[in-house]
């Protein structure tokens, strides 16, 4: 939802609050794997209960997430394999964080947040992948209620101001409902394109009978 409304204002915003990664070419898959680094750091602090440093760890991490592509499309060095390599770390950094969070409740002798946390991780791992798949198949999906970035800010706003539980609560529910939209869209438009197929096929099929017959 925040990608589809912001996302093409992104160039412009990076390069005027951070110009100095403008200024020389500086390798995208290096901020990428940087912002990776970080980010699992903050796994790890959430994991240990540090939900503050943890915090302000992943929005540190996600700010390189979000200008790897930005610096990438600046100085014209975009490719197939950064792309790969972004969305499949992006997945790793997703899950880690949500697991550090499911083994903090579970040790901390919360079983019901520890679930939820383990649907928000499930859910969110689902959202990106339904995407993905449907993309495979050439049709396009719903942004939907939470993607990454709503993901990274409710799992950021809850460390920083002492809501952890409600955040997780909020995330594994609008994840739920977002595969939920992407699937209730991927069976409709998959459900055209068969009957597209089979339309043209049948339409095939009429036209080599009619030459045949002539």
């Not at 499949?88 to 040790?107: C, H, K, Q, S």
């Not at 946390?117 to 719903?142: F, M, Q």
Request: aromatic share 8%.
């Amino acid at each position: 939802m925040i990608k589809d409304k912001f996302g093409k204002g992104l160039d412009h915003w990076v390069k005027t609050f951070a110009p100095f990664l403008f200024k020389r070419e500086i390798d995208p898959n290096l901020l990428t794997v940087v912002g990776t680094l970080i980010c699992m750091a903050a796994a790890v602090a959430y994991g240990r209960g540090e939900f503050l440093a943890g915090a302000l760890l992943l929005w540190v991490g996600g700010l390189f997430d979000l200008v790897d592509g930005v610096v990438a499309r600046h100085f014209g060095c975009s490719s197939a394999f950064g792309a790969f390599l972004d969305s499949t770390l992006d997945r790793l950094v997703d899950m880690a964080v949500l697991l550090g969070l499911v083994i903090y409740f579970a040790g901390a002798g919360d079983p019901v947040t520890a679930c939820v946390a383990g649907v928000a991780l499930v859910a969110s791992v689902l959202t990106s992948y339904t995407k993905a798949r449907a993309e495979s198949l050439d049709i396009d999906l719903p942004g939907g209620i939470i993607e990454r970035g709503e993901r990274v800010i409710l799992l950021v706003a809850g460390g920083m101001f002492g809501h952890m539980e409600l955040m997780i609560w909020v995330l594994a529910v609008g994840a739920t409902a977002t595969v939920v939209q992407r699937f209730t869209a991927a069976r409709r438009n998959l459900d055209q394109l068969d009957v597209e197929r089979a339309a043209s096929e049948s339409g095939d099929g009429l036209a080599a009978h009619g030459t045949h017959g002539e």
